[in-house]
C-alpha cells in the first residue's frame, strides 16, 4: 500500500510587534540619554567606593592633571557674570557675541590674556592636544584665584547661595599640585569641597 505524503506547511512568524517595541526601546534610549562633552583636559581619576552624585548647579570644577589646571562652571548665567567679573578685574573687554560663546564652554585652561582665541575657535580645535597650556596658579600671577573668587561672586549676586567646589585630579598628579589648587581655596575659606573619584567595587 502506497503512503501518503503530507504536505509540509511553512512556519510564517510575523515579526510587526517585536519590530514596533525595538524601535520604540532604540527612540527613548535615543532623546533620553545626553552625550558626553569632550573635556578639554581629559584625567583618569582614582577610584573609589563612595557613590556622591555632584550638584548640577552652582557648581565649579577645578581640573587638575600633568600639572595644569583647568576651570568649569556649571550655568550659562554664572560663567557670563564670573566673566564679566574677570574682565573688569584685567581690564579686557568682551563683547555680547564673545560672552555668549564663553556662556556655552563647560571647562577651559588658557591665560585671560589667551581668552579671546581660545573663544573664537570652535569646540573641537579648543579641544586639541597643546591648544589650552592651563590657567596659571603660582603666586606671580595667581589666576586661578580669581577665577574660583570670580565664580563664588557670580553666585552670591545671581542666586544668593554659597558656590560649591569640586576637584578633579588626575590619579597619577603630584600631591604639590593639588595642594596648591587646596591652598587656593583655604585662602578664601572655602574648607568644603567635593574631591571627583571613579566608582569601583568594594570588592577590587
Known amino acids: ?14 515579526m ?63 560663567r557670563r557674570e564670573a566673566l564679566g567679573i574677570i574682565a573688569e578685574k584685567y581690564s579686557v573687554t568682551f563683547t555680547e ?22 573663544i573664537s575657535l570652535k569646540g573641537d580645535e579648543r579641544n586639541k592636544p597643546g591648544v589650552q597650556p592651563g590657567i596659571p596658579y603660582d603666586s606671580l600671577d595667581n589666576q586661578l584665584r ?15 547661595t554659597e558656590l560649591k567646589i569640586a ?3 588626575d590619579a ?4 604639590p599640585t593639588i595642594k596648591k589648587v587646596i591652598d587656593i581655596l583655604q585662602q578664601q575659606k572655602v574648607n568644603k569641597f567635593f574631591l571627583v573619584t571613579g566608582l569601583r567595587s568594594e570588592d577590587f
Open 146 to 160: 580669581e577665577w574660583v573668587l570670580a565664580a563664588r561672586t557670580a553666585a552670591k549676586n545671581a542666586h544668593q
Open 16 to 78: 510587526t510587534a517585536m519590530c514596533d517595541v525595538a524601535f520604540l526601546l532604540l527612540s527613548f534610549f535615543v532623546m533620553t540619554s545626553t552625550a558626553k562633552i569632550p573635556e578639554p583636559l581629559p584625567v583618569d581619576t582614582p577610584a573609589s567606593t563612595r557613590e556622591t552624585k555632584l550638584p548640577d548647579t552652582d557648581l565649579a570644577t577645578i581640573t587638575v592633571g600633568d600639572k595644569k589646571v583647568f576651570f568649569g562652571i556649571a550655568g550659562q548665567d554664572l
Open 97 to 118: 557675541e564673545e560672552t555668549k560663546r564663553f556662556s556655552l564652554i563647560d571647562g577651559f585652561g588658557v591665560p585671560v590674556g589667551n581668552l579671546k582665541q581660545l
Open 1 to 14: 500500500m502506497a503512503k501518503v505524503k503530507m504536505s509540509k506547511k511553512s512556519t510564517k512568524i510575523d
Open 172 to 175: 597619577k598628579e603630584e600631591y
Open 167 to 169: 576637584i578633579k585630579g
